[in-house]
């Protein structure tokens, strides 16, 4: 498939000089991301923001050079935000290979990232990107794509090969009115598998309150408990790993960072099963407009046989019912904890495009040796 994008009105790439750029686009900017779908906090100035204080890279290895670009149309109106980076690897020595790549290549926080648009308006920013790039290709080596709405070939023009990389899926439950309509959708052992751990709790004479932190003042103890948990899930070698995402000082910085002020504006949600005046379970939750996107969780492996997690989810969704949400995101990743609530999927693809300067073919074997060892660490990080 290819696409054919109709430009009724000229768009107009601009650069950015620098951070200091966003202060007079924040209005425009928050109002764009409110249209975007499926919304998430990633496509946000302050998650962008904090990403660049907090994550930009400064050592022997890599150099992260702000390289953000806007998307005008002709009447200005802002169409879309590029959070670009042209990162330098290795940054000493020669020959340095120039990637231009978004914002988010940390390990898995920044779930989603590309190009900040509606998707009406998707693909006719890219091509006006990729013009605009192939037109400075002295500029950069390697242009990592994410985010894309179709398979890179759709995206080729002459001149202009988009190389398919990896697909990402994102999973959204579409919100009927009551949970026991919710519940009526999934599949019979799914529903068995919900019954069942509020029964075991029941059985051993146990029982849990929800707690939903919000108020900023309130915030900061529920972020260390959150972190607590979310370490002490990680450390269990008899189940599946799921790393200590927030281990790395500056992940830990960065997520403080944006939960405390994302409390102040009112759209922080940490939901907290509690037993016996204990918290054993948490999960972090965003309120963007009338979605709820859950972010990461934590729980006390001791309580795993009561299947913790699956409660605190399932209260989640009913909390999200009662407020009167329309969405849930379930957020990225195929495991089968979100398939089996039979969500819509959304999938995202990522490609490579090759500078068609000479530089730029000679250095792509070293991106290609480069991505290898990538996908070895992240194996390794798993």
């Given at each position: ?23 007079d ?30 994550i ?26 590029a ?17 231009v ?42 242009f990592?794509?994410?985010g ?49 751990p ?49 281990g ?22 940490i ?47 009913k ?43 000679l ?20």
């Amino acid at each position: 498939m290819h696409i054919n994008v109709e430009i009724v009105k000229t768009l107009n790439v601009e650069r950015l000089s620098g951070p200091e750029a966003w202060v007079d686009l924040t209005a425009e900017w928050e109002a764009l991301d409110e249209q975007i779908f499926p919304r998430s906090p990633f496509t946000s100035p302050l998650w962008i923001e904090l990403w660049w204080r907090h994550i930009r890279r400064q050592n022997p290895l890599f150099r992260d050079e702000f390289f953000c670009h806007i998307v005008r149309d002709a009447d200005g109106r802002l169409v879309a935000i590029a959070p670009l980076m042209r990162t330098y690897c290795p940054r000493l020595g020669l020959p340095r290979m120039r990637m231009v790549q978004f914002f988010g290549t940390d390990p898995s926080i920044t779930e989603l990232r590309g190009v900040i648009c509606q998707p009406k308006d998707q693909d006719k920013v890219i091509k006006a990107l990729t013009e605009h790039f192939l037109r400075h290709r002295g500029e950069w080596d390697v242009f990592r794509w994410n985010g894309l709405r179709h398979n890179a070939s759709a995206y080729n023009s002459p001149g202009c090969e988009f190389i398919a990389r990896h697909d990402l899926s994102d999973y959204i439950i579409e919100l009927p009115g009551r949970w026991d309509e919710l519940r009526a959708r999934v599949s019979a052992n799914m529903r068995k598998n919900l019954r069942k751990p509020y029964e075991f709790l029941e059985r051993d004479g146990r029982s849990f309150s929800l707690r939903i932190v919000e108020r900023p003042d309130d915030v900061q103890a529920a972020i260390d408990r959150f972190l607590s948990l979310h370490a002490a899930r990680s450390k269990v070698a008899d189940m599946i790993n799921h790393p200590n995402k927030f281990g790395d000082s500056r992940n830990r910085a960065f997520l403080v960072d944006y939960l405390r002020q994302t409390a102040e504006r009112g759209h922080l949600r940490i939901f907290e099963l509690e037993i016996n005046g204990v918290v054993i379970a948490s999960r972090l939750a965003f309120l963007l407009g009338s979605d709820l996107y859950l972010y990461f969780a934590g729980y006390d492996p001791s309580w795993r046989k009561y299947s913790v997690m699956t409660i605190l989810v399932c209260e989640m969704i009913k909390w999200a019912i009662a407020h009167g949400l329309q969405r849930v995101n379930l957020s990225t990743g195929n495991d089968q904890s979100k398939l089996r609530w039979k969500p819509v999927e959304v999938i995202f693809h990522d490609a490579v495009q090759v500078s068609p300067s000479r530089r730029g073919r000679l250095l792509f074997p070293a991106f290609r040796a480069y991505e290898g060892l990538s996908q070895i660490r992240a194996e390794f990080g798993r």
